[in-house]
Each structure stands twice: as structure tokens, then as C-alpha cells.
């Protein structure tokens, strides 16, 4: 495709930019107990969650975390933009942007952004493939010309409320996220943002980005079997990464890394571990396979886009972070997972980052480094 | 209109008391009001152009509030430490997408652009390529609002891929169905 991604940045628990990058390749946790962030709603929850501190309980905490992501990521370049994509799954769940990610975002850039604001047309709600959709649909519009420079912004928050939901539902850990674990329990949820550049040759012309990474295909897919479950036979995730690979004209010993969903829960790890024997078949034990939840959170309609950005930064750097919250492999998954307390060199310069989101809904991207 | 590769259709309901729809019938019926009418529109849309492989098809709605009544509902429920049953069937909305792929047992891309009539272009942009690039599949488009009165309003559109035809939309065709859906954002009572 002739789109590529500029200027990715990151925030999170675990900080944003650089910082974050140091604190991933040092193996820290960004995850803190939930009782700490919510002492009033949840006294006795000491389960771990990817809360941005600081954050005030009373106001629209997405909205706090929008002011914190365009002051710290989103670039002077941003003015070259010609359509602000969003992606969130609900946002907040309580007060006046209650499940309305689009009116929080146009009232922030409106008030904070404003030459930015009339660029902004929409949000991409896919659950929690919404953040590697947005990119792949940016892709789509740079590659037919449509625009030359797309800004894609991916955020969420954990309230309360939210947590509560998966607290009930049994998806949020014991006690922290340990994707591919024998001992995992479910997932760490998390809250943050991601902004991106997506452009195509004509606007990488306008840009001087000392960092490029190609977008070299993406697939999508839905499982169409259950609301909450993934497929579990793995099937249709296996179908969206082979989509994706094929989309990319590349063979599975192409890739070199691949940013897993990990999501850490029992049945998203072993879905997705059959998804991706399905498409990789031997070529797996070749490649570095990773997961970031354990430090950073489940950052729920902003993870796509983060861990893509942390695809690229692992792909520039050639070094896959450790699965932070990995400690005793489950072997049935048969993964060449790397465990926590270690990075593992990247061989090659192509990655692949997945999601798996409520629905059923599955998205693959296959990004190269080409620095 | 000989190239024209787009089939339509237009969904309306009197008000929000909407039934369960027979393509759910056996299957996951928790689905909030919007997220039925986005099911029925398709239904309706696929009786204009029975026998397709729905194999593959993608699912693209358009959709400003989302499921804004069980949203309240689960706000509500929070005040008191209630969470809601169904929240993570009924909560995004993504439902009115991945409803419409279960309801159809179709395996393409499924998601829901959140905004108003300006979205409208670059979701068709979109919708036309995975139409022609995910396994000569084709693409089911649907928009859906509130309308002035108490009822619904979805307009639809089928997007079929044309092989070897990867990169082009004629102007018509583009005109032709940009026309179709936004008719249905000048019902939107938002």
C-alpha cells in the first residue's frame, strides 16, 4: 500500500515516548492496584489496572487524558493534516460524555485544537480492534488519494463504572494481566492514547519524519459466532491475519515480530495461539512474539493503535520488549513467547500487531521499519 | 448507470418498539433498539438482492448516538455499584456492525463509524475498497439514525467488488450512493 506511519507516539501508565520505550525495554509495570485509583469504589480490589495517575475521579477522565495525549503527542506537523480520525470504544461511562467518545473528542479539540477541529469527522468503534482499524482505514484513504495526511487518535479510559463491568464478567485478572501464563487469570485494563500520521508518498514529501514505517497491509475479520467470545477454534483470527499478510504480498517468513493481543485472559491466549499457528504454521518458531498488557494495561479502543506504535518503535529499535507479567509459559500454547525480564532481538525489519474485540471482531496490520 | 455496482434500500420503523429480528432467531437476541434496526435494514436490503455469498461480506453502519438508552442505564446502575447485565452486548456502538455479521453469519470486517453526515465520504471510500480487495467480497453499507418522530430510520446499500477493477469508483457510482445515505442523516433528528 502507499501508506506509511509518521511520528507515532504513545501514552501511558508506563509513561509516553521515550520514556515509555526505556521503561518497556527495562521490563517495568505500568499496573497499579485498583483499590489505590478507586478507594472509594473499590476498598478491598487490589487487581491490578493501567490507570494514568493523577487523574481526578469526578471529571470526564477521558477527557483528562485527551488534554494529557495532545500536549505531550501530538506534534507541530499535526497542522499538515487534512481528516482527524478517531478510535474509542465507549469512553466514559458516567457524566456528560457517558458512551460518546465523538462529542468528548470535538469538544476538546474544539477548545484546545482548534485548527485542528474542523478536520475531525469521526470515531472508529470496533471495540477493541478500534485503535488498528483507524490506522488501516487511514491507510485505505491515503492509498487511493483521497487525503494525503491523515492524523489518527486512539483513546479510552478505565472509570469506575467500566471496571466494575469487567470485574462482574470476570475478565479483569485476579491480580495482573500474565499473558500466556499458565497461572493467568484475565487481563489488565488499562486507559491511555495514541497519535499517529498516516501519509502517502505525496505527503511523506511534505513531512521530514526521521522515522518511516510502511503500512503494508491489513486484514479484518469477523468471527460472527458470539457477542462477548472469540471463536474457538480460531478460524476467523487466523483469517484476518492471513488477510493481512496476503493484502501485503509477504510469506509468513517474512515477518520477523509479531505484537500479540495477549490479552492474558485463559481463552483470548489460547484463540489466539491457534490463530497463529494456523497462519504462520512452522515459520512461528522463527519470529519474536510479544505482549505489552502486563505493562501497560488493556487500553481497550486505544490499545490497537498503541501497541502498532510499539510495533514500530520494537521494528526501529530491533529489539522486542519482555512479556512483563510472563513468568511460567504455558507450554500447550507452544509459543515462542518472550517471557518478562528479557528482550529478544528482531531479525527482520516486518512486524505484525493483532486484535481480538468484543464482537468477534478480529484485526491484523503488517507494518515495516524502513529506517 | 450500466457500471452502477450498488443495489439500495431504505428501513423505517413508526417508533422504537422493534422486534427481535427472524435473522437472530437461534442466536445472541440481546441486541439494544439500534443495533435490531441495523439487522432489519440488512435483511430488507438482502431480499433486493438475494443470492450472494454473504461469506465474506463486510459490514461498515454509520451511527451518531450509539446505544445511548442502555448507556444511561448502565450510568444509572454505577451510582449504586450495579453493574448492568448485557453491558458488553448492548454497550458499543460496534454492536450495530458485529449484529449485522452474526445476524448474516458473514466473516469480512465489521465496525461502526461514530459520527455525523460528514463521515459519510470517507466511510464510502473505505467500503468500496474492502469491497474490492477482501475476497471479491462485497460490501454491505448502512446508516443509521433516529428519525424526527419516535421511530428509526436506516438507509442501505450493497456494494458488489468488481474484479480486476481494483482502484476505480466511478464519480457516479459515488455520487449515487453518497445521495442514498444521507437522505437518511436529513431524517436524523439530532
Same mark, same amino acid.
Given at each position: 500500500?502507499?501508506?506509511?506511519?509518521?511520528?507515532?507516539?504513545?501514552?501511558?501508565?508506563?509513561?509516553?515516548?521515550?520514556?515509555?520505550?526505556?521503561?518497556?525495554?527495562?521490563?517495568?509495570?505500568?499496573?497499579?492496584?485498583?483499590?489505590?485509583?478507586?478507594?472509594?469504589?473499590?476498598?478491598?480490589?487490589?487487581?491490578?489496572?493501567?490507570?494514568?495517575?493523577?487523574?481526578?475521579?469526578?471529571?470526564?477522565?477521558?477527557?483528562?487524558?485527551?488534554?494529557?495525549?495532545?500536549?505531550?503527542?501530538?506534534?507541530?506537523?499535526?497542522?499538515?493534516?487534512?481528516?482527524?480520525?478517531?478510535?474509542?470504544?465507549?469512553?466514559?461511562?458516567?457524566?456528560?460524555?457517558?458512551?460518546?467518545?465523538?462529542?468528548?473528542?470535538?469538544?476538546?479539540?474544539?477548545?484546545?485544537?482548534?485548527?485542528?477541529?474542523?478536520?475531525?469527522?469521526?470515531?472508529?468503534?470496533?471495540?477493541?480492534?478500534?485503535?488498528?482499524?483507524?490506522?488501516?482505514?487511514?491507510?485505505?484513504?491515503?492509498?487511493?488519494?483521497?487525503?494525503?495526511?491523515?492524523?489518527?487518535?486512539?483513546?479510552?479510559?478505565?472509570?469506575?463504572?467500566?471496571?466494575?463491568?469487567?470485574?462482574?464478567?470476570?475478565?479483569?485478572?485476579?491480580?495482573?494481566?500474565?499473558?500466556?501464563?499458565?497461572?493467568?487469570? #484475565?487481563?489488565?485494563? *488499562?486507559?491511555? %492514547?495514541?497519535?499517529?500520521? @498516516?501519509?502517502?508518498?505525496?505527503? /511523506?514529501?511534505?513531512? &521530514? !519524519?526521521?522515522?518511516?514505517?510502511?503500512?503494508?497491509?491489513?486484514?479484518?475479520?469477523?468471527?460472527?459466532?458470539?457477542?462477548?467470545?472469540?471463536?474457538?477454534?480460531?478460524?476467523?483470527?487466523?483469517?484476518?491475519?492471513?488477510?493481512?499478510?496476503?493484502?501485503?504480498?509477504?510469506?509468513?517468513?517474512?515477518?520477523?515480530?509479531?505484537?500479540?493481543?495477549?490479552?492474558?485472559?485463559?481463552?483470548?491466549?489460547?484463540?489466539?495461539?491457534?490463530?497463529?499457528?494456523?497462519?504462520?504454521?512452522?515459520?512461528?518458531?522463527?519470529?519474536?512474539?510479544?505482549?505489552?498488557?502486563?505493562?501497560? #494495561?488493556?487500553?481497550? *479502543?486505544?490499545? %490497537?493503535?498503541?501497541?502498532? @506504535?510499539?510495533?514500530?518503535?520494537? /521494528?526501529?529499535?530491533? &529489539? !522486542?520488549?519482555?512479556?512483563?507479567?510472563?513468568?511460567?509459559?504455558?507450554?500447550?500454547?507452544?509459543?515462542?513467547?518472550?517471557?518478562?525480564?528479557?528482550?529478544?532481538?528482531?531479525?527482520?525489519?516486518?512486524?505484525?500487531?493483532?486484535?481480538?474485540?468484543?464482537?468477534?471482531?478480529?484485526?491484523?496490520?503488517?507494518?515495516?521499519?524502513?529506517? | 448507470?450500466?457500471?452502477?455496482?450498488?443495489?439500495?434500500?431504505?428501513?423505517?420503523?413508526?417508533?422504537?418498539?422493534?422486534?427481535?429480528?427472524?435473522?437472530?432467531?437461534?442466536?445472541?437476541?440481546?441486541?439494544?433498539?439500534?443495533?435490531?434496526?441495523?439487522?432489519?435494514?440488512?435483511?430488507?436490503?438482502?431480499?433486493?438482492?438475494?443470492?450472494?455469498?454473504?461469506?465474506?461480506?463486510?459490514?461498515?453502519?454509520?451511527?451518531?448516538?450509539?446505544?445511548?438508552?442502555?448507556?444511561?442505564?448502565?450510568?444509572?446502575?454505577?451510582?449504586?455499584?450495579?453493574?448492568?447485565?448485557?453491558?458488553?452486548?448492548?454497550?458499543?456502538?460496534?454492536?450495530?456492525?458485529?449484529?449485522?455479521?452474526?445476524?448474516?453469519?458473514?466473516?469480512?470486517?465489521?465496525?461502526?463509524?461514530?459520527?455525523?453526515?460528514?463521515?459519510?465520504?470517507?466511510?464510502?471510500?473505505?467500503?468500496?475498497?474492502?469491497?474490492?480487495?477482501?475476497?471479491?467480497?462485497?460490501?454491505?453499507?448502512?446508516?443509521?439514525?433516529?428519525?424526527?418522530?419516535?421511530?428509526?430510520?436506516?438507509?442501505?446499500?450493497?456494494?458488489?467488488?468488481?474484479?480486476?477493477?481494483?482502484?476505480?469508483?466511478?464519480?457516479?457510482?459515488?455520487?449515487?450512493?453518497?445521495?442514498?445515505?444521507?437522505?437518511?442523516?436529513?431524517?436524523?433528528?439530532?
Amino acid at each position: 500500500m502507499d501508506a506509511f506511519i509518521v511520528h507515532p507516539n504513545a501514552f501511558t501508565s508506563l509513561g509516553h515516548s521515550e520514556n515509555l520505550w526505556r521503561n518497556l525495554l527495562d521490563g517495568r509495570c505500568g499496573l497499579t492496584a485498583a483499590n489505590t485509583i478507586f478507594p472509594e469504589f473499590f476498598p478491598d480490589n487490589f487487581s491490578k489496572i493501567g490507570a494514568i495517575s493523577g487523574l481526578s475521579t469526578h471529571d470526564s477522565r477521558l477527557m483528562q487524558i485527551l488534554h494529557r495525549v495532545g500536549y505531550s503527542l501530538i506534534p507541530e506537523e499535526a497542522n499538515n493534516c487534512e481528516l482527524i480520525l478517531g478510535a474509542s470504544s465507549l469512553g466514559d461511562l458516567e457524566g456528560s460524555f457517558a458512551g460518546d467518545p465523538f462529542g468528548c473528542i470535538q469538544h476538546y479539540l474544539e477548545n484546545n485544537k482548534p485548527t485542528l477541529a474542523p478536520l475531525f469527522n469521526g470515531v472508529i468503534s470496533s471495540a477493541c480492534s478500534s485503535g488498528t482499524d483507524v490506522l488501516s482505514l487511514a491507510a485505505i484513504m491515503v492509498h487511493q488519494q483521497k487525503y494525503d495526511v491523515i492524523g489518527v487518535l486512539a483513546v479510552d479510559c478505565l472509570d469506575q463504572g467500566k471496571l466494575l463491568q469487567h470485574v462482574t464478567l470476570g475478565t479483569q485478572a485476579q491480580d495482573c494481566a500474565r499473558p500466556f501464563d499458565i497461572n493467568r487469570t #484475565g487481563t489488565s485494563f *488499562g486507559e491511555g %492514547g495514541g497519535f499517529a500520521m @498516516i501519509v502517502n508518498e505525496r505527503g /511523506l514529501k511534505k513531512l &521530514h !519524519a526521521d522515522q518511516v514505517f510502511k503500512i503494508c497491509g491489513f486484514g479484518m475479520s469477523c468471527d460472527a459466532k458470539h457477542i462477548t467470545a472469540p471463536d474457538e477454534t480460531g478460524e476467523t483470527p487466523a483469517l484476518a491475519i492471513t488477510r493481512a499478510l496476503l493484502a501485503s504480498g509477504l510469506a509468513p517468513a517474512d515477518v520477523g515480530y509479531i505484537n500479540a493481543h495477549a490479552s492474558g485472559t485463559p481463552l483470548n491466549d489460547q484463540v489466539e495461539s491457534i490463530a497463529l499457528h494456523k497462519a504462520f504454521g512452522r515459520t512461528l518458531g522463527n519470529i519474536a512474539v510479544n505482549g505489552t498488557k502486563g505493562a501497560i #494495561g488493556h487500553l481497550l *479502543g486505544a490499545t %490497537g493503535l498503541v501497541e502498532a @506504535i510499539l510495533t514500530c518503535w520494537s /521494528l526501529s529499535n530491533q &529489539h !522486542a520488549p519482555g512479556t512483563v507479567g510472563l513468568e511460567n509459559k504455558d507450554e500447550a500454547l507452544n509459543l515462542p513467547v518472550t517471557v518478562g525480564g528479557f528482550s529478544e532481538k528482531i531479525l527482520k525489519p516486518i512486524g505484525l500487531s493483532t486484535t481480538l474485540g468484543f464482537g468477534g471482531v478480529n484485526s491484523a496490520i503488517v507494518i515495516e521499519s524502513l529506517n | 448507470m450500466d457500471n452502477l455496482n450498488c443495489f439500495f434500500s431504505s428501513y423505517s420503523t413508526p417508533d422504537d418498539i422493534v422486534p427481535v429480528p427472524d435473522l437472530l432467531k437461534g442466536k445472541d437476541k440481546r441486541a439494544d433498539t439500534a443495533a435490531r434496526i441495523a439487522v432489519l435494514a440488512a435483511s430488507n436490503m438482502l431480499q433486493e438482492k438475494p443470492n450472494i455469498d454473504l461469506t465474506s461480506l463486510n459490514v461498515v453502519v454509520i451511527n451518531r448516538e450509539g446505544c445511548k438508552s442502555h448507556i444511561n442505564k448502565v450510568s444509572n446502575g454505577i451510582k449504586n455499584h450495579q453493574p448492568a447485565q448485557g453491558f458488553f452486548v448492548r454497550g458499543g456502538p460496534q454492536t450495530l456492525a458485529t449484529y449485522t455479521a452474526l445476524a448474516l453469519d458473514s466473516h469480512g470486517a465489521a465496525f461502526t463509524f461514530v459520527g455525523d453526515k460528514n463521515i459519510l465520504s470517507d466511510a464510502i471510500t473505505t467500503a468500496f475498497y474492502l469491497a474490492n480487495n477482501i475476497d471479491n467480497g462485497a460490501t454491505l453499507i448502512t446508516v443509521v439514525v433516529k428519525n424526527h418522530g419516535p421511530g428509526y430510520q436506516a438507509n442501505s446499500a450493497l456494494i458488489l467488488g468488481k474484479s480486476g477493477h481494483l482502484e476505480g469508483v466511478s464519480s457516479l457510482e459515488e455520487k449515487t450512493l453518497h445521495n442514498h445515505l444521507s437522505q437518511a442523516f436529513e431524517l436524523d433528528a439530532n
